[in-house]
């Protein structure tokens, strides 16, 4: 029964179906199933699905973006039960995102969000066209990990290098590592501007962040 | 008779006017800047915070006030570059950060004498009616970016110029270069040399850059051609139909400021309107849609008697391979064919993130095709055929006739050394050079043979002085590239 319901959980998510995904988030809770275990073995398996057919060239963007959307459904059913439990879901490390300066394009952003959401990471999302000095003094604020910046415009990718300069500025380097995604952005601009890694896409920034932020010792994840 | 591709029908046209002056009135367009907000109020348009709602009858009497036609000069002053009708010209894309090294074929930052490079070789290509500036100087504080890259671009070429400002401030230094260039405000405004590229942020959003900018524009009599950037599916509906209406809806709205600011000033409906890739998230500048929805929207501007720009010619391919070669040269003839005024990406790589001086070569050879097939086929003779096969006589020998000396240049295009039509054992005698290496000596052989314009010393000194004065300001000691 209880696996029945985490495969229609799966499958809202692949079918990007918000409205189902809260659904099944009632049956759940009448069901007195752990929202913990419902997200972890429910939602998540879904959006890993859709992240791998993503990366395979089997899905596609809008595909990414309404599962994005049924797994922020489901979390948000969800959260009153896990604040009522008092449940706690293990944080892999928190990670403030957002569209640098200029730039007002939020696509990719959010999906990254979603995917590191999804596999255990804590975001703070400050949105679009942030300034430089918004991303560090955040980062300080809530003493983050990593900070992802995405620029889908060459005109507003040099904003992805202000942002490392202000998170020196604040003397947050190289603890607090800067992640760095969008069209236009590759590895070597990457390398440039002295930021600690980039993804291709929201699948990839999962390993990126998992891999700055392993202990010495730890094994790289693909 | 020229051809003319069009493909909206009268009824899809006429829906995608309504949809677009619809949604300028019930959804509204954000406006970021309080002076264009205050223009649009007092001309009626509902302001509600940064909400603009911008009724029909303002924003067609705006668009009525558009000059139907206007040029763009060379430096001696000459018209070369017209605006409106079904001209068609062309020029590099802009503002790209890489540059396809021909040597390391790495995409690297580009520089200063990237930029002089680009602007040597497009100069000596007359398939070019304007310069562009083309590449960002990576080594030039951001602040004076712009301005340095028109400065270079003025300091080496005769040609108009496309260009456009990266910020507030650095527009009016631009136009008070422009005036040095010109030799006074009056001559500028009766003989303008640049326009400048004003881009609204999709969807139906206008920063308080961009509104800013079309007002001094406007109000300095200086050229404005709006780049709406729509992107189907991402930044705009996914139908091509629905992403035209936007792409006008915004052209509309910029008008409209514009011509509040100060009516009659020159502007032109432009953009880069694209699909989105639904797999790798970038704009397909090499695709048939994207093609498409420029030559929709050129459309939409021309059943307004508007004067049009599109950007086309661009490949989403990393190097000259024949992705490049099939996107660009497609685009090139498709463009042409729509009569867009100005189309603007020849010589980009990456989906407009890289430029490249060698496709800046192969592309000439794209355009000059486009050019050839707009002169159509024209009946030069008395006979078409009769006289001159009287005169080859019963060998049919055609070459030895004056008319074959006379009419072969005017008949068919001669194309530069990119293009290789010579025997299989010439080519193999040769290296079996490939188009890209034939573009690379083509391009060295191109800069040798530029030579920088003749400009007064006068002129020459106050422009010298102009950029000294901001470089100074900005930190740096020197200026690269001269």
Request: charged residues 20%; contains cysteine; negative net charge.
């Amino acid at each position: 029964m209880q696996y029945e319901l985490f495969q229609q959980m799966k499958q809202a998510v692949i079918d990007g179906d918000p409205d189902r995904a809260r659904e099944l988030c009632q049956a759940a809770i009448v069901q007195g199933i752990c929202p913990l275990d419902a997200i972890q073995h429910g939602f998540v398996p879904g959006i890993n699905f859709v992240g791998q057919q993503f990366e395979a060239g089997e899905m596609f963007l809008p595909d990414l973006v309404l599962a994005g959307e049924a797994m922020k459904a489901a979390t948000s059913a969800l959260e009153p039960e896990i604040q009522k439990t008092g449940a706690a879901r293990e944080s892999l490390g928190k990670v403030v995102l957002g569209t640098v300066k200029g730039d007002i394009h939020e696509i990719g952003k959010t999906l990254v969000g979603t995917m590191l959401t999804a596999n255990g990471f804590e975001v703070f999302d400050l949105g679009v066209d942030v300034p430089f000095e918004t991303f560090a003094l955040k980062a300080k604020e809530i003493h983050a990990d990593i900070i992802g910046v995405s620029a889908l415009l060459t005109t507003t990718m040099t904003g992805q290098k202000d942002v490392v300069e202000a998170v020196a500025r604040l003397g947050l380097r190289p603890r607090v590592k800067i992640i760095v995604g969008g069209a236009p952005v590759t590895q070597s601009w990457a390398d440039e501007i002295g930021a600690d890694g980039y993804g291709k896409d929201a699948l990839a920034s999962v390993a990126l962040a998992r891999n700055l932020l392993k202990k010495p010792g730890e094994t790289q994840v693909r | 008779m020229l051809p003319n591709l069009q493909l909206l029908d009268a009824d899809l046209l006429e829906r995608i006017l309504l949809e677009a002056f619809t949604l300028i009135w019930q959804r509204g367009v954000t406006v970021q800047s309080p002076e264009a907000r205050d223009l649009l109020a007092a001309a009626g348009a509902q302001v509600e915070k940064e909400i603009v709602r911008i009724p029909e009858l303002l924003a067609r009497s705006s668009i009525e006030s558009v000059p139907r036609e206007f040029q763009l000069h060379n430096r001696a002053g000459e018209p070369v570059v017209k605006y409106g009708g079904d001209s068609v010209q062309f020029d590099p894309g802009s503002s790209c950060v890489h540059i396809l090294d021909p040597e390391t074929l790495q995409h690297r930052l580009t520089q200063s004498v990237d930029l002089v490079r680009l602007v040597q070789v497009a100069e000596m290509l007359p398939q070019y009616a304007a310069q562009s500036t083309a590449v960002v100087c990576n080594e030039v504080p951001k602040e004076i970016g712009d301005l340095y890259r028109l400065f270079l671009v003025l300091w080496y070429s005769n040609k108009p110029i496309v260009t456009g400002a990266f910020s507030p401030h650095s527009a009016p230094a631009m136009i008070e270069l422009l005036v040095a260039d010109s030799g006074s405000h009056d001559a500028l405004r009766q003989k303008p040399r640049a326009i400048f590229d004003v881009c609204p942020s999709p969807p139906l959003y206008m920063s308080e850059f961009a509104a800013q900018n079309l007002i001094d524009l406007a109000r300095a009599w200086v050229p404005a051609e709006i780049i709406s950037m729509p992107l189907s599916g991402a930044a705009a509906p996914v139908t091509l139909a629905g992403t035209v209406v936007q792409h006008a809806a915004e052209c509309i709205s910029a008008i409209t400021i514009h011509q509040l600011a100060q009516p009659g000033a020159p502007v032109v409906w432009g953009g880069a309107p694209a699909i989105f890739d639904m797999r790798s998230g970038i704009t397909p500048m090499g695709a048939i849609e994207t093609v498409m929805l420029n030559l929709a929207s050129a459309q939409v501007a021309k059943s307004f008697g508007l004067p049009t720009h599109g950007y086309l010619i661009g490949s989403d391919a990393k190097c000259l391979d024949a992705q490049a070669g099939q996107e660009s040269g497609i685009a090139a003839i498709m463009g042409a064919l729509g009569g867009i005024n100005m189309i603007s990406g020849a010589g980009m790589l990456d989906s407009l993130a890289c430029h490249s001086v060698e496709k800046l070569v192969l592309d000439a050879e794209s355009i000059a095709m486009a050019q050839r097939l707009l002169q159509g086929i024209q009946p030069r003779t008395e006979s078409l055929a009769l006289e001159m096969f009287t005169k080859a006589g019963a060998q049919g020998d055609f070459l030895k006739i004056p008319e074959t000396r006379k009419y072969f240049r005017a008949e068919q295009h001669l194309p530069s050394k990119v293009i290789d039509r010579g025997s299989l054992h010439s080519w193999e005698q040769s290296g079996k050079r490939d188009t890209f290496t034939r573009a690379r000596e083509q391009v060295k052989e191109l800069v040798a043979a530029h030579k920088r314009p003749a400009i007064s010393p006068l002129v020459e000194n106050n422009l010298r002085f102009i950029v000294t004065d901001h470089a100074k300001r900005a930190g740096m000691t020197e200026l690269p590239g001269i």
